[in-house]
Structures are given as C-alpha cells and as structure tokens.
C-alpha cells in the first residue's frame, strides 16, 4: 500500500483557480496510476482526472475537460490537479487515489488507496 496525503484545498469565488497536491509516500510509487475524484455533500464519489505512471494514459471526467488538469512529478511522488474557472458545483472533497494497474478507468481504483481528502468550497 501507498499513503496518500492531499493538499492545497481552500476556499474560491467562482471563476477562481486552486493547484491541489498529493504527496504519496511507502512502497515505490512511480509505476502507480494516480487519480482524482470528489464527492459533494449528498452525492455520490464522483471521477475527476487520472494518470498511469508513464503519462501514457490521460482521461479526465466531461464535467472538467478544459478546466481542470491532471499532472505528475515523478521525482517528488507527487500529482496534481490545476483547477481554473472553478465553479460552485465544483464545491467537494476531492481525494487523491492511486492503483497499481495500468488503467485510467474508475473501477481500476476500487481495490487502490486513498488519502483523506481536501476540501474545495466555490461560492458564487
């Protein structure tokens, strides 16, 4: 297992822009896919953005395609997800994930670790 330690949520008026981080740590990390998903107050874990080790595979949800960007820093185990022209619906704790399979689909994630998440709140 990988431990998983996210940052930089924070509170925005929409139109705003917020960089989370997420320093993994443990077993060796680079061959790990990473991704992002979020769950809004009443709502469901939704996926955000995911990255296989290698940058060879890269998807991320319709809802923030444009917006949102995933990326990764090898050296330092750590990926991000730049987030511009935020929304209020954006508002959700956004959690960092990682799999050992090379795969950017959600399911690849449901056996992966987790961090304990970072609030994102945009208000209008």
């Known amino acids: 297992q990988v431990e998983l330690v996210e940052s930089g949520g924070g509170s925005v008026q929409a139109g705003g822009s917020l960089r989370l981080s997420c320093v993994a740590s443990?077993?060796?990390?680079?061959?790990?896919?990473m991704g992002w998903f979020r769950q809004a107050p009443g709502k469901d874990r939704e996926f955000v953005a995911a990255?296989?080790?290698?940058?060879?595979?890269?998807r991320h949800a319709a809802s923030v395609e444009g917006r949102f960007t995933i990326s990764r820093d090898i050296a330092k185990n750590t990926v991000f997800l730049q987030m511009n022209s935020l929304i209020p619906e954006d508002t959700a704790v956004y959690y960092c994930?990682?799999?050992?399979?090379?795969?950017?689909?959600?399911?690849?994630?449901?056996?992966?670790?987790w961090g304990q998440g970072t609030q994102v709140t945009v208000s209008s």
């Open positions: 994930a990682a799999t050992l399979l090379y795969s950017v689909l959600t399911s690849a994630f449901n056996s992966g670790s």
């Open positions: 443990g077993r060796t990390t680079e061959r790990y896919t």
């Open positions: 990255q296989t080790w290698n940058g060879g595979i890269t």
